[in-house]
């Protein structure tokens, strides 16, 4: 494959020159690639993932934990309650293994960014051309009727008899077929990852991307960069050859953990690196229906209810395979298989929150990367009002009996049985919280006590460094990320390219 | 069973071959712990978890799952990788009615005759407007 090389093919030691380098080739990270490598700069890629072609995506999903995400998907953000989280880690990013969902930055998350944090050029009508093109690129639009899947419609139906707003879901995809595979890489293509879109276009512009090869350092010489230093990761995990790439500019763009952590190992970014993070904690609704759901049947979450989301609350129903769903229940021995022998017919949904609090990642000697983040006592309230309105939906959408999401929860089998057991205060330890959605840790402004980053991804006090992913965010988006990201990829690419010292 | 006990184990295996080496090590640890600390269970009597009938392991197991603090963290994390391992098998799958590969094989067909030039030209404008682009990534 032109352009593209992975660790099987490096049997020694590399050096090589160009003239941008980017670090992680996600939403960010591919983005930029395509948009230098259009304005005709010489740029080198580094995924520390593997590459995988959609022809070697299954429904296996515990092998796509091991081939596609970082740790196993098993990220653990310490706190009461911990979050897991997980991580895409591979040629594209996060958005080979994301539900590909594109929304647009909402016009009040701007505002904030803008008139709170000091953000410059963020407003909406600065943005549009970038959205516009995003989605131009990546195909966003409404999923074709006959791929919605029977779980969506319940909830729908759920939300729209209590007379909420439910809107259809804006998604990066080609004629989606419905596959409901979008968290083990899309086996069809349809959905427009940067794996079949910035990606390719990046290396046909004549970009160069090396898979397998994990960054350590990015090098300086003064104060401005001079490169990254890095090797290539054997399978297994074993250290292959080492990789030297000097280059002028460098964009990191490995996500809002790894990120902060290869800043800070490279001793640079100030005080606020790492710090900020948000993670859009969400949770899941286990339903029970009469009828055959057949949730796995029908695209990866069809439907937003929208009805709650000035007080920061998304509800959505989203299948979960066998694995992760027998993971998540509260059940274990002859009673987890008697919940999972029900398997087709259950609806799994619950409410996405956009955070208050804010966590932490850094590394500490010994102990390797930490992740700490505390769920506020007004999140927590969210999180359980959202568990509430989703479960009031799927009880008028039919469900028979729920398990809610808090440890030591008994079964609930009527609306008034939810309000009884939801009257009475929801331990936050108890909450079942997960995220899929890290943003922060490397924050925008203007003034370097506040931020890491100028306005437009350039690191405060670092000639050259710039980053490009969910770290840039001052706070949480309230929604999907990832056109964000890409936009302001895009918008952060043409700055620099038009800043960029000649010769 | 022994066939199925056999490839979750192997799962397993390779799922902890996916984690940090930090976090392998550890819940490695804690496999042992397990499995020895119900010696000091009052049921079993002196014997480790692997001999004990099914009853009193899971009534020990179960004990683990309701600690609060970071033991019974561990325990809840390797009751969840070992779910997912049992689950991720096909013949357990097809028992509770997923089987998706016939699905996504028919969807997929049915996505190409339904969309085909629309997909088509959306698949070559990736590279549009580069010369000698080739073939692309899939």
Redesign the interface.
Known sequence: ??G?TTQAEVPGDLRLDCDTVIVGSGAGGATMAVELAEAGLDVIVLEEGG?H???SF??????A???L?R??G?GMALGRP?VLFAEGRC?GGSTVVNGGMSWRTPARVLKRWSERDGVLDIGEQDLDPFFARAEARH?TGLQ?P??IGRDSQLMRAGAQARDWEVVPNRRNQ????????CNNGC????K?SM???S???A???GARLFADCRVDQVTRAGRAVTGVTGHFVRP??GQGPRLTVRARTVVVAGGALQTPLLLARSGLGSGPLGRNLSLHPNTTVTAFFDEDV?G??GVHQAFQVREFMTEGLILTATNL????????LPA???E?GEL??D??RIVTAGPLVEDTGTGRVRHLPG???QVFYQLTAADAARMVRGVKLTAEALFAAGARRMLLPFHGAPEVRSPDQLRSLLARPVPRRSIQAYSIHLMGTARMSEDPRRGVTDSYGAVHGVPGLFVADASLFPGPTGINPMETVIALAMRNARRLIDRRPAG | MHHRTDRVLAEFEAMLGALVPAAAKALGKAIVALDQGARLYPRARGRRLTQLDDETAEAYVRAWLARPGSGGELVRRIRSLVVMCYYELPPVQREIGYQPAPYIEAVSRRRLASYGPQIRAGEAAVTAGIPDAGPGLS
């Open positions: 494959m032109k593209l590459y072609p959609t022809e299954t429904a296996q999903s515990v092998r934990l091991r081939t995400y740790d196993g098993g911990s040629v195909s074709d006959e791929t080609l004629h989606c077929a419905g596959t409901n595979n086996p069809t293509g349809a427009r794996l079949v879109t990606v390719p276009r290396l046909a512009l297994g995990g057949t796995w049947q395979p066998p694995p992760t769903l027998a993971a998540l274990y021995g002859r987890l999972m022998a398997y087709n102990l390797g990367t």
